[in-house]
Each structure stands twice: as C-alpha cells, then as structure tokens.
C-alpha cells in the first residue's frame, strides 16, 4: 500500500534529485508498487517517463537496482545523466575496458552503486549470477522488454533468458517496460517474463506535444527545405526508404547549409556511431536515415521527424515519428505523402510469395493510406488503430488546425474521366494534365492529341490543382496508375459511376505545406535562449557529455523565460536539483544577469554589447551609410532628416537598408515599447499568412517603415 508518507518521499527524491516538481501520468502509482516490493509491466509510450519508474525506487530501497538494457550506447547516456544528478550509478557491459570493468564490479560488490545497467548476456553469465547471491539487489527493471517477443519488431536472442530471472530471485521486485502499441506482443512479454501476477499500467498511447502534419510530396527537397526554415537550428531525423535516397538527400541538404548526415545500415559500423553520437551532442542536427536508425538514440530533444517516403505501416510511422518531443516540448511530424510511393511499395507486396504474409502486407498498406488521406483528425486515426478512443479532435494535427475544405468537383471528374479514355490508358498523369491544359509541346503534336476533344478543357485550372485532382482520384480508386506501362492512367470500374449522378467529393487543393505555428506558453526570449544553448554545448564539449546531460531544452526554455537571478530562483526550474545547480548554476546565472544588463542598458540607449546581425540585404548605399555615421553620433532621426534635407520616411528606409546589410541599429531601443509585443505576436504569426495580412492582424499599430524595419531586425538576429 502506498502510505502517503511513502508518496510524500517519492515526491521529494523527485524533486531533489531530479528538479522536477511532479510526476507524470502513472509514474507515482508505478514507484510505489516497486517500493511495496511488488512486480509491475508498464507500457508507456516513448516520452512518457518510464526511466524515472525504476530510477527512483532504485534509489530509495536499499540495495542495488539491476537495469537491462539492450543497447551499450543507451546505457552511457543514462549513467552519464544519472551520475550528473549526482546518483551512484555505473554500467557493465562490453565496451568497457578490463580495468573499469573491474572498477566498476568492486563498486557493486561492495554495495556502493545505486544503480547498475548490465547488458543481458552479461547479467545471465554463470559468474555473474553467482556474485548477484552475495550482493543485496534493490530491483530488476528490464528495459524494451518487447525485445524478449519474437512477435515484436525487435526480437533479441539474448532477452530470452531474461524469463528465468523471475523463478531466481522470487524476493527481488521485476519491473517490465515497454513502448510497443501492439496487444500481441504485450501479452508474450508477461509470459515469457513470468510477469502474469504483475500489475499492468498502460499509459495512454497518445502525444500531444507531436503535431502530426501530412503533406501531398510534390518536390520533396523544397518542402524540406521549407519545413527547416521553420525550425532553425532544431535537431530531427529525415527517414527514407533507400540507402540511396539517404544519401541524395543529406548531400542536398548539406548544399543548402544545413547540418546534416546519412546514416543507413550500409555505412561501416564505426561511422555510423560516429554520426548518431555526433547527433546526441547537437553537433550534426538533421540526421537522413533509413529505419535503421532510432532504437539506440535517446535524444529528448528532437523536434521533428519527417517521413520523406511512405513508412510501411502504422505502427512503423507510429514509433519513428514517436523519437520526436520526448522532453514534452512541442513538435512535428510530417509526412510526405505521393501516389509514386502508395505504387512502390504496392508492387514491392505483389512480390511477397506467402499469400497470409501478403494479406498482413496489404492491410498493413491499406491502414497507411487510410491515415495519410484521411478527412479527419489524424490522432484519432493513429490512437483508433491501436484500440485507443480520442472523444474530442486533438486540435494538434492538419486536418484540426486547417480542416480541408471540399467541394464537389464532379465536373471535373468528368472532364479528366474523358482526357484518360480518350488517351486510352497509354500516358502518365503528367500528360494527361498537359492534354487537360492544352498545351502543344512536341509529344502531344507527335500523338496529334491537339486534335482531340478533351485537349485544352481544363485550361482554368492550373497544372498543380489538376495533379491533386487526378492524384484523389487514383487514391479514392477511380483510377490506377499501370506500373507496368509507366504509370499509364486507367480508369477502373469504380470510374463508371462518374456522372451517374453521384457527386464526387475532392479536398480543395492547397498548395504547399499546411503548417501554422502556436507557440505553447509565454514566449521565450531567443536571443538569451540561444546564449544558454551555446553555454551548455560548450561546458558539454568540455565534460565530453552529451548537453542534455547538462540541462534539458525544457530547462533552457524555463530559464530564458523567468530569467532567475538568484539560486532560489533557479531551483524553482524545472530540471534543476540542487545538486545540478551546485555543477552548473554559476555560469548559467552568469549569462542570465549579463543579458539581463545588456538588454537594460540597449532599453537607454547604450551601445555596448553590440549584437551580431546576419546582412540579408546587399551592402550600404552613400546616403545610408551617411545615415549611420549621424545614427552613431547619437543624433535623433528628424535631425538626422534634416541634416540632409529629407523626410524622417526616408531615413526609416535607410535604417531598414542598413539593418538588412547587417549594420547595427538599436530597433527595440529606436522602437519603444511596442517593440516586444511586436515581435512576440510576430512570432506566433502564420508562416503563410502575407504580410500585409500579418501586420493588419498585429495589436499594436505600426506604419509600414516601422514594420518592415521590425521585420528586417527579426531576419537579421537569425528569428525570422
Ligand atoms: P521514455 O524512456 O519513456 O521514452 P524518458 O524516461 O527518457 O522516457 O523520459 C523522457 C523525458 O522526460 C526525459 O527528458 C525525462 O527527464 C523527462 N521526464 C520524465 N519524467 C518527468 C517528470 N515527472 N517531470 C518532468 N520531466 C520528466
Ligand atoms: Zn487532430
């Protein structure tokens, strides 16, 4: 039973050694049951929390708490991050060297380790369960305890003896863990761990800090690049079907100035660990992967996942894009979505032999689609497919933030109905679109195809709007695209119901990619935030850590929010332990109170501290420059007007010319207090919105040289 003075200890270990002020959801219940000497199997979706479950009662009881775990590199990150909060815990496993192996079983032996993380094979070696009788064991936790179901999509050998634990030690509380979704797997890890009688917590599989976002692919690198922009300097993973892709894409990538590597199992082994570290440590940010990529990367603060091609099922899509907002912090998954890739793999099953296997195949495609098309809140379809009810639309997907608009488009389903017979089933959507538009080029002029009926009578509608109408039309089943023949359309039997009467009802075309940004809280300060991340990659480069390990991005954002000036204030943060502050506190609060002083001191006019500006504009002309020679005089801009016989409209524009050539003007002292309601409501403003639009919806008033010098201020300190 959980007396509340056991609650009220968890509360504090919570706390104390972790700087957090409440559990989440199952965590409490679940600590308890350990510490009442109990079983538990938790299923809990990645990000839920499952490491604090056995942490803290690992740290409570005495004894040492075994921890297995099947990936070395998981288990550094762990024991790094555990030994910075200031917990007494080591790892076993292979790549330690002889004498830190040594090191580390004294350690244990002599019962000075909270915590130890033993890779299976190990923890079920004849020695080793032989010094396990000598040493007083506090808990087992088997981590990815899906590892242990052949059913699970990450079956591993050595998890299988893990069973025998349970019979070994009936005295030591077993706890499971688990981030598999799927209800056949969860019930051949309780038996094969001999977990029947353990009380079962199943977190709900929803979450709603990832915003879930499909896209029609149309050019997959622009709307890549678009979607970067959206998220400078981020951290997130690019999946792609082949090793080739993989490849293309990082190298186009890396053209565009972006941070970004391959990783696929093709690479030698040595650089791929070589990537995925360079990645933990926010030194590589956009990491191009094949699925091979993910188990082993506990990175809290990846902030978005794109799916380039089409994951092959469900639960596929559901756990890559589920490596994304584990520290809780808002992100996004977007899929891109293109008939080529519904073909791909449709093609890819018809070779599968096995006729039950193809059926699993083409349900498991099917259930994609059905996600991808749907009309409807994205979550909800995700969480049904696993058997999970949303009663209210999430609000945090496309289709909530931006419900399609439809229409009923019968007329042109008739009109393309015709292009397609009349070109009988020879030619590309491509073409076909062309012979809808009427064009001439030379190989509609070669078929004669000018001379047929249909040529030219969709010339109102432009050629994107008639690919997505064509596009609806191959996914709602009124044709198909002949692989065989090129991807020829043909219309199918469903395409005789067009015109009879029932309406066809597509999604209204949208061009590019539906995004739209809330930012979540009060909004933080970016200048400070990023002074705080190059703090923290800085002391983590030194301590040869990953940075989260430091601080988390939760504790960053906090941080450059309240802006704590004394020890009390940053305790109150979420993330820091006193123990934390102790390591770290002096230099973060450093940074805190010199930018608060700087930003004083910009609000009066001083000059010191001059920020850098990205010049995003080409360089002065004479009169701006003359401008800026009077600006730094500390001349008021209507004498500076009047010194050369111009309106104050005028010297606004130079000042716009000079911000965007990356020349200093102090825009939020010049601007007053405006300036930061300006720029927090131009921060939450829809990327795609024009900005006449923008402004129009702004609270305050601002004339059009004022705004634009606020908008050229934004690109230049990198915010916009
Ligand atoms: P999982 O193993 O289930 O994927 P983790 O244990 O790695 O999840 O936790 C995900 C993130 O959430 C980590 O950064 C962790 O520090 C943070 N976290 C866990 N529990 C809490 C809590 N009660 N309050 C605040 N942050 C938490
Ligand atoms: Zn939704």
Not at 137 to 143: E, V
Not at 393 to 407: E, Q
Request: glycine letters at 8%.
């Amino acid at each position: 039973m959980a007396t509340k003075k056991m609650k009220e200890q968890t509360r504090k270990v919570l706390k104390d050694v972790f700087g957090y002020d409440s559990f989440r959801p199952l965590q409490e219940e679940i600590v308890c049951t350990l510490l009442d000497s109990k079983d538990a199997f938790v299923l809990m979706p990645t990000g839920g929390g499952k490491s604090l479950c056995y942490q803290i009662p690992a740290i409570m009881r005495e004894g040492t708490g075994i921890v297995v775990s099947p990936l070395i590199s998981l288990m550094k990150d762990q024991v790094d991050a555990l030994n910075a909060c200031g917990v007494s815990a080591a790892f076993y496993n292979s790549s330690l060297k002889a004498a830190a192996a040594k090191d580390v079983l004294e350690r244990f032996e002599s019962g000075k380790l909270d915590m130890l993380y033993v890779a299976p094979e190990r923890l079920l070696s004849k020695g080793f369960l032989q010094k396990l009788e000598h040493v007083r064991l506090s808990m087992f936790a088997i981590d990815e305890a899906h590892c242990v179901s052949q059913w699970g999509h990450d079956f591993r050998p050595e998890y299988v003896r893990l069973g025998e634990l349970r019979g070994l030690f009936p005295d030591v509380p077993l706890l499971a863990l688990t981030a598999t979704a799927d209800e056949h797997t969860r019930e051949d890890i309780t038996e094969r761990l001999g977990l029947e009688k353990a009380k079962r917590f199943v977190a709900s599989f929803d979450r709603p800090n990832i915003r879930y976002l499909v896209a029609e692919k149309r050019q997959p690198l622009t709307q890549i690049l678009q979607f970067l922009e959206g998220w400078p300097s981020a951290s997130g993973v690019i999946y792609c079907l082949s090793r080739k892709r993989v490849e293309d894409l990082a190298v186009n990538l890396q053209r565009h100035g972006i941070r970004a590597a391959a990783y696929h199992a093709g690479m030698p082994g040595r650089t791929r660990e070589k990537v995925q570290e360079d990645f933990l440590r926010d030194r590589v940010k956009v990491i191009v992967a094949t699925i091979a990529f993910g188990m082993g990367v506990d990175k809290p603060n990846v902030r978005f996942v794109i799916h380039h091609d089409l994951p092959k099922s469900i639960e596929s899509y559901y756990q890559e894009t589920g490596r994304a907002g584990r520290d809780g912090l808002e992100s996004e998954a977007l899929l891109l979505y293109g008939s080529g890739d519904v073909n791909l793999v449709r093609r890819l099953i018809e070779n599968v032999e096995n006729i039950d296997q193809r059926r699993v195949e083409v349900h498991k495609l099917n259930s994609m689609i059905g996600f991808s098309e749907a009309l409807t809140c994205r979550r909800r379809v995700l969480l049904g497919y696993f058997g999970e009810r949303l009663d209210e639309p999430c609000g945090n997907c496309d289709i909530c933030l931006d419900p399609p608009s439809t229409y009923d488009a019968t007329e042109l389903a008739i009109q393309a109905l015709d292009a397609v017979r009349q070109l009988k089933g020879e030619h590309g959507m491509g073409y076909v679109v062309d012979v809808l538009r009427g064009s001439r080029n030379a190989r509609i002029l070669e078929h004669k195809h000018d001379k047929l009926k249909c040529h030219g009578s969709g010339a109102d509608i432009n050629a994107d709007e008639w690919t997505s109408i064509l596009r609806q039309m191959v996914h709602h089943g009124y044709f198909i695209q002949d692989v065989s023949m090129r991807a020829a359309m043909r219309p199918t039997k469903k395409a005789e119901r067009i015109g009879s009467g029932e309406p066809i009802i597509l999604a209204k075309y949208q061009p590019g990619i539906r995004r739209q940004f809330k930012r979540l809280g009060t909004p933080k300060d970016e200048a400070l935030f990023k002074k705080l991340v190059e703090l923290r990659q800085r002391m983590a480069d030194e301590e040869d850590i990953p940075p989260h390990v430091i601080f988390s991005d939760v504790t960053l954002t906090e941080l450059s929010q309240h802006k704590p000036t004394d020890d009390a204030g940053m305790l109150k943060t979420s993330g820091i332990s006193p123990h934390k502050l102790e390591i770290y506190g002096e230099e973060f609060l450093d940074v805190i109170c010199s930018h608060a002083k700087s930003a004083a001191a910009r609000k009066v006019g001083g000059k010191e501290d001059i920020p850098k500006l990205i010049a995003k504009g080409p360089g002065a002309n004479e009169a701006q420059t003359y401008t800026l020679s009077l600006y730094r005089e500390g001349m008021p801009v209507s004498e500076i007007a009047a010194q050369q016989g111009v309106g104050e409209v005028t010297i606004l524009k130079h000042f716009v010319a000079l911000v965007r050539a990356g020349q200093y003007i102090d825009v939020p002292a010049f601007i007053g207090e405006d300036f930061d309601t300006a720029m927090s409501e131009l921060d939450d403003a829809d990327p795609y919105a024009s900005l006449s639009e923008i402004k129009r919806d702004m609270s305050v008033e601002l004339d059009n040289e004022t705004f634009r010098l606020i908008m050229a201020w934004r690109e230049a300190i990198g915010v916009a």
